[in-house]
């Protein structure tokens, strides 16, 4: 039975950023800085979700659990993680 990769991410006013993690390791991990552009970082936080579940999709993980860090489950966090539900990846 394989590990399940655990997903952190920290958010903050200006960034995201996502780590995958097994057994202590990092796997790999992203950051996404907000700029000034025409979509609001809710939307461009679910940009970054979708390119992040696809490459934890190339790395061939299908199942994640998902690690919030005492973020409540709103905005741009949950557009995060629903970016990875929509690249095919479970929860």
């Not at 390119?51 to 949950?78: A, E, P, Q």
Request: charged fraction near 35%; aromatic fraction near 12%; avoid cysteine.
């Amino acid at each position: 039975m394989k590990k399940r990769i655990i997903v952190k991410i920290y958010r903050s006013n200006t960034s995201i950023e996502a780590q995958a993690i097994d057994a202590d390791q990092t796997v790999f991990g992203k950051k996404y800085i907000f700029e000034k552009q025409d979509d609001k970082p809710v939307v461009e936080s679910s940009k970054f979700g979708f390119d992040f579940g696809n490459i934890i999709i190339k790395k061939g993980i299908k199942r994640i659990s998902f690690d919030r860090n005492l973020n409540k489950y709103h905005g741009r966090v949950k557009s995060f993680a629903e970016g990875i539900r929509k690249s095919g990846v479970e929860f």
